[in-house]
C-alpha cells in the first residue's frame, strides 16, 4: 500500500500539529485585477504565512508590477514578501540594482529563478552579459547581501531537464551556491513529494524543501499550465472534475476537497510548512487552510 492509499481518520489528522502556511500571488495587469489581488492579499494576511511570494511573468513581463506589489506590500501589511528575480531580459547590472532596491526597502528573500522565455515555445537563451542561470543568480545575490533566497525544485523533474538524476544535480549545485529553501512545483501525489524528498537526501540536500499545492479553479486552465511545467493531474483527479455539473460552487467544493486530503497526507507524512499558489483568489485558500486546522490569527 502507497502512503496516499492509507486512509487517515480525520479526528486523527485534526490532532495532528497544523503546518505553516505561505503564499504566492502574482502581480495584477489591471487596476480591478490589482484590487481583486488586494483584497486576496489582506484577506490571506490574517493566517500570518511565513512568507508571501510575488512572482513574475514570463520573460519578466510583469516587474514593474511586481516591485510596486511588493513595495505596497512593505508599507502596507504585516507580512514578509519575498520577490522573485528571474534571469531573462536583464544584465547582471540590472539584476543586482534590482536586488539593492529590494534590500534597501527591507525586503530580504529573493526566489532566484531561471525565468522563461517571452515567448514559453521558444528555448531558453542567456542574457549576453546576464546571470545565465538560477544557480548562477544565488551565487550574484550572496555578493549583495545576506539574503534568505529560495529556489525551485521539481518532484516530477523540471520539463527541460534530461533526467530526474541531471534535474536533482542542478538543485544541489543552487543549494551549494547559498540557497536556503527550495519551493516545489505543484504535484497532486503526495508519493511523488516524499519520494523526491528521499532521493535529496541521499544526495546531502539538508535545507527545507516546501511542498507547493494548488486548487484548480478550471481544470482545462490547469491541464494547459500543468503540461508546460511538468506537473501530472491524475486520472482520478480529471475523472471528478469531469464528472461535476457545470456549476461553479461545485468545482470549488471538489477542488478544497483535493487540496484539503493532499494537504493532510503531507502533514501526516512530517510536513511543517506548506506553499500555497493561490492564483490570487482567497476563498479556496482559505477553506482549505481552515480543513487542515490553519486558523486566522
Not at 529556489?151 to 534535474?167: C, F, G, L, R
Not at 535545507?207 to 481544470?219: A, K, M, T
Request: hydrophobic letters at 40%.
Amino acid at each position: 500500500m502507497s502512503f496516499t492509499q492509507k486512509i487517515f481518520p480525520l479526528k486523527e489528522l485534526r490532532a495532528l500539529k497544523p503546518p505553516r502556511v505561505s503564499f504566492e500571488f502574482f502581480p495584477a495587469k489591471t487596476d480591478e485585477a490589482a484590487e481583486k489581488l488586494w483584497q486576496t492579499i489582506k484577506k490571506l494576511e490574517g493566517f500570518a504565512p511565513s512568507f508571501v511570494s510575488v512572482t513574475y511573468g514570463a520573460g519578466g513581463s510583469t516587474r514593474e508590477r511586481t516591485h510596486a506589489t511588493v513595495k505596497r506590500i512593505v508599507d502596507e501589511t504585516n507580512l514578509a514578501p519575498a520577490a522573485h528575480l528571474t534571469c531573462v531580459n536583464a544584465s547582471r547590472d540590472e539584476i543586482d540594482e534590482i536586488a539593492k532596491t529590494y534590500w534597501d526597502i527591507g525586503v530580504k528573500h529573493i526566489v532566484a529563478l531561471r525565468g522563461d522565455a517571452p515567448n514559453m515555445d521558444d528555448g531558453y537563451v542567456p542574457h549576453p552579459d546576464g546571470y545565465a542561470y538560477a544557480a548562477d543568480l544565488v551565487r550574484g545575490l550572496r555578493k549583495i547581501g545576506d539574503f534568505e533566497i529560495s529556489v525551485a525544485a521539481y518532484p516530477e523533474k523540471h520539463p527541460q531537464a534530461d533526467s530526474m538524476d541531471s534535474d536533482l544535480r542542478y538543485l544541489k549545485e543552487k543549494i551549494d551556491a547559498g540557497a536556503t529553501r527550495a519551493i516545489t512545483q505543484y504535484f497532486f501525489d503526495a508519493d511523488d513529494y516524499f519520494r523526491f524528498i528521499d532521493k535529496t537526501q541521499k544526495l546531502g540536500i539538508n535545507v527545507p524543501i516546501l511542498p507547493g499545492v494548488i486548487p484548480i479553479g478550471n481544470l482545462e486552465q490547469a491541464q494547459r499550465f500543468s503540461k508546460m511545467c511538468g506537473a501530472t493531474i491524475p486520472q482520478w483527479v480529471i475523472d471528478i472534475y469531469n464528472s461535476m455539473p457545470n456549476d461553479p460552487i461545485m468545482v470549488e467544493m471538489a477542488s478544497v476537497a483535493i487540496t484539503a486530503e493532499l494537504c493532510n497526507q503531507l502533514i501526516a507524512g512530517g510536513v511543517e510548512d506548506i506553499h500555497f499558489y493561490t492564483l490570487n483568489r482567497a476563498e479556496m485558500v482559505s477553506t482549505v487552510c481552515g480543513l487542515i486546522g490553519v486558523g486566522q490569527k
